[in-house]
């Protein structure tokens, strides 16, 4: 799906049309946040089983994700 979408982030105008959470979706994908993102937002059992592990690897990467675009600063 992100590589359909990809597909419009070289035309605004199509861009414009696109949801909201797709937008969102490119953006997170876009700035590398795509595990992080799919961490905290869509985890099923087997990936929560996986979540102490890639968090004492990318504690960084997951910190970043929650400060930029979970809390981000106004």
Same mark, same amino acid.
């Given at each position: 799906? $992100? ?10 105008? =199509?861009?414009? &049309?696109? @949801? ?8 997170? =994908?876009?700035?590398? !946040? %795509?595990?992080?993102?799919? %961490?905290?937002?869509?985890?099923? =059992?087997? $990936?929560? =089983? @996986? !979540?102490?592990? !890639?968090?004492?690897? @990318?504690?960084?990467?997951? &910190?970043?994700? $929650? @400060? ?7």
């Amino acid at each position: 799906m $992100l590589v359909v979408l990809n597909a419009y982030q070289d035309n605004a105008e =199509q861009l414009k &049309r696109l @949801d909201t959470p797709l937008r969102f979706l490119m953006n997170v =994908q876009k700035a590398g !946040y %795509l595990e992080p993102f799919v %961490l905290f937002n869509r985890a099923n =059992q087997e $990936l929560i =089983q @996986d !979540y102490a592990s !890639y968090r004492s690897a @990318d504690r960084e990467k997951l &910190r970043r994700y $929650l @400060d930029e675009f979970v809390v981000p600063k106004i």
